[in-house]
């Protein structure tokens, strides 16, 4: 008897309980000798594996057990099986299935599948098989070895053979530099013999994976239709077609990766997760994660491509913005404040992140992380890897790693309750959190945690920032051309502004016909400042929180993506595809109007909770809630005037006083902007223009007189004219004000009229 090559799986079942007591009841062998073998099981059956040990003689046994069953026992050497008939049912019912199951349809008569079969009482694996073959089956008798060697005549390498193969083999990748090395473990050796480990499929899956590494796509799918197996690569974060596999075919790639994947390949009905990695060229190695899902016309594969090493990340180099980029890291020095990136899939949040690390991973400091997969390898910390099938979850990996005396944690994605609440505990006692959120923009994240159902007072203590981004095409280098005449006139029509100078793609061989050549970051980074918190901490909407994170600096993704677009780094159509038309077109129509524009619709939204919340705390406010209702009272006082939209900045920490005087400056004309502190004050003048600023004297942080020394030290805010609020009545205390640089002074308890009088008076 010719032994099974051991390269072949093992069966689904040993022996089924059915033949069992067959054999025993034939004396055939003792259950000691049954049990002994089972236990040194190979990749064979009982029988097989009795006779192998020469416990029992085939010859003598499957006869007798033929007659016991009542069922027919064929001998394949005598040629009972028709290849014409099979092949299409070996094609239905799938070659690993057939393997596994010890199983091959031989015809179809009389509306049963007649199949051979080495253990015909193996009920799970009829069911299985009538399941696939839509068919009722009726079992058969014959040798195991009989039954895998017609298999793989089958199956095997004569299948790799006919025009379609040839012409796949012989289009070359493009790139004879690159080389695919795939690390097999021996466990997927064993398994992998058959048509799946045959080398034209061999040579036909590296193929695509080298081609794939060449073009740096992030994603492999390999698609079953109805005719063939379409191979597409997503390169830009855009879908491309890249090949196009015949039918016949399909079974022995998907059995290729799902065995490197250390994947079940006789599993066809449920979908499956797996990983293994290769090495492109000498140095460079990529980490692949495969998913397989079940469709009509077979197994569905998408494999991400994923580059361990952290080679050129960088915060530098992720495309920020010089001044997002300094608040961000600002924002990294904190050592009790959570930080997150927020995105859709996809976005280069993961990036990102790691760049942070990269940036604080001193060598002074204990960096620990809890990721879902690990996507890069960071030297100098502590990496876990979620496995929900042993119970590690972010939530209990995190409350692990809070007892490893961390002083930075990543936590890959907060998904649920449990891992807000605990990653925004370690914030709370001294880490700095570093996670990721799917949202659409910074705000939106706040909102995203309520509803996850943190409390907003949590959110609001160790909410330290928000960077919301996107991804970008880059134009091509090599092809991207001027935009022509008529292209600017239909986008200017379609904006209602003037743009000038635009760039378009063209598309060359350099970047694969797209016009497109990489991609760059969108970023929008919000600071959560103290009036943030309030807003917070008081449950306003989305709209309130973006309007003051306006007001404190923060640009929105159309802004920025506008400026890429500007640049001539991308197209406007790219910017709309990723940002969205009607962020572009706020973001133009904001640039049209000038700098003013950005603040009108931000304080109308700080109003708001200014007046529903007067409010505020003892150590922060000099006024009582009589002087701001008095305050109230006397804006009927103010008149409606042109003061053509001049601009001023109205710096106070009584929220209520500032609301209320910010209204009348607004009903006398002015556009207004509003800051609780000098600090924060100076912050805004940095990024906007002022005509003129409203300023209290006695506040926390920097008071004004210190926020005076400060503007006329720089010469940008030397000459902007300064109108004080104080209070009390002192000759010495105003002069001491007056060389400082201040314009005026009027007194807190003076009516709104009087204070626009004297503002009026300084302006001109």
């Not at 040990?53 to 016991?68: F, M, T, V, Y």
């Not at 045959?198 to 698609?223: E, F, G, Q």
């Not at 992140?353 to 400091?365: D, I, K, Q």
């Not at 009272?633 to 929220?655: F, K, L």
């Amino acid at each position: 008897m010719n032994p099974i090559p051991s390269s072949v799986p093992p069966p689904k079942t040993f022996c089924s309980p059915g033949l069992e007591r067959v054999i025993v009841k034939l004396s055939l062998v003792l259950q000691d000798e049954l049990e002994s073998v089972r236990r040194n099981k190979k990749n064979q059956q009982a029988i097989t594996a009795l006779a192998e040990r020469k416990l029992l003689s085939i010859d003598k046994a499957l006869p007798l057990i033929a007659k016991e069953l009542s069922v027919e026992l064929i001998d394949f050497s005598e040629g009972h099986a028709s290849r014409e008939d099979s092949k299409p049912l070996i094609d239905k019912l799938g070659h690993e299935t057939a393997i596994a199951c010890r199983i091959l349809p031989l015809s179809i008569e009389q509306g049963f599948v007649r199949c051979a079969m080495s253990d015909p009482l193996d009920i799970e694996c009829i069911k299985q098989a009538e399941f696939l073959l839509e068919s009722a089956v009726h079992p058969v008798l014959c040798r195991e070895n009989q039954l895998i060697d017609e298999l793989r005549l089958l199956q095997g390498e004569d299948a790799f053979s006919g025009k379609e193969f040839d012409q796949i083999e012989s289009t070359e990748s493009g790139d004879s530099s690159v080389e695919v090395l795939v690390t097999e473990t021996k466990e997927a050796s064993d398994k992998s013999g058959g048509a799946a480990n045959a080398p034209p499929i061999v040579r036909l899956v590296n193929r695509v994976l080298a081609d794939a590494a060449r073009v740096d796509a992030s994603d492999i799918h390999m698609l079953p239709t109805s005719s063939n197996l379409e191979i597409k690569f997503r390169i830009d974060g855009i879908m491309q077609p890249h090949l196009v596999i015949p039918k016949r075919l399909q079974s022995y790639i998907v059995s290729r990766i799902k065995l490197l994947s250390k994947m079940d390949i006789a599993e066809r009905r449920r979908p499956q997760d797996g990983r293994f990695r290769m090495r492109v060229g000498k140095n460079e190695v990529r980490d692949l994660r495969v998913s397989s899902v079940p469709t009509p016309f077979g197994e569905k594969l998408v494999l991400r491509i994923l580059k361990p090493q952290l080679q050129g990340v960088a915060l530098e180099t992720s495309g920020l913005p010089p001044d997002t980029l300094k608040r961000l890291k600002r924002a990294l020095k904190g050592t009790d404040r959570i930080i997150l990136v927020v995105g859709p899939t996809g976005s280069g949040k993961s990036t990102t992140l790691y760049s942070a690390l990269n940036s604080v991973n001193t060598g002074s400091n204990t960096i620990i992380t809890v990721e879902d997969p690990i996507e890069y390898r960071l030297e100098g910390a502590t990496q876990i890897e979620v496995d929900s099938k042993i119970g590690m979850t972010f939530a209990s990996g995190l409350r692990s790693i809070l007892r490893q005396d961390p002083d930075v944690i990543l936590v890959g994605e907060i998904r649920d309750l449990e891992t807000a609440e605990i990653a925004f505990q370690a914030a709370q006692t001294g880490h700095l959190v570093l996670s990721t959120l799917h949202t659409n923009d910074a705000a939106s994240a706040v909102i995203r945690l309520r509803d996850i159902g943190l409390e907003s007072y949590i959110i609001a203590g160790s909410l330290s920032a928000v960077l919301a981004q996107r991804l970008v095409r880059k134009l091509c280098s090599h092809c991207k051309r001027p935009a022509r005449a008529e292209e600017l006139r239909e986008v200017n029509e379609r904006y209602g502004v003037e743009f000038s100078d635009l760039s378009v793609p063209v598309g060359c061989p350099e970047c694969n016909r797209t016009g497109f050549s990489g991609r760059l970051g969108v970023f929008s980074l919000l600071e959560i400042s103290a009036e943030i918190r309030d807003l917070i901490r008081s449950e306003q909407g989305e709209s309130k929180i973006d309007a003051a994170g306006r007001a404190y600096g923060m640009r929105t993704l159309g802004q920025a993506a506008l400026d890429i677009v500007l640049n001539q780094v991308t197209s406007i159509e790219e910017a709309e595809r990723v940002i969205g038309e009607s962020s572009i077109r706020e973001a133009a129509e904001m640039r049209e109007k000038g700098p003013s524009s950005a603040a009108a619709p931000r304080e109308e939204a700080l109003e708001a909770p200014s007046a529903a919340q007067p409010q505020s705390s003892p150590t922060q406010s000099t006024k009582s809630a009589a002087s701001i209702a008095s305050l109230a009272e006397a804006m009927n006082t103010v008149s409606s005037g042109d003061s053509q939209d001049e601009r001023i900045i109205i710096v106070d920490d009584d929220r209520g006083v500032r609301a209320v005087m910010a209204a009348s400056l607004r009903k006398a004309g002015f556009e207004v902007t509003e800051a609780s502190n000098g600090e924060e004050a100076l912050s805004v003048l940095g990024n906007n223009t002022f005509d003129a600023m409203v300023c209290d004297l006695d506040m926390p942080k920097m008071d004004g007189k210190q926020l005076l020394a400060a503007m006329r030290a720089d010469p940008e805010l030397a000459k902007l004219p300064v109108l004080m609020l104080t209070g009390w009545d002192s000759e010495e205390k105003e002069l001491d004000l007056i060389k400082t640089g201040a314009n005026d002074f009027v007194s807190k308890s003076s009516s709104p009229a009087l204070v626009i009088a004297r503002l009026r008076r300084i302006l001109n």
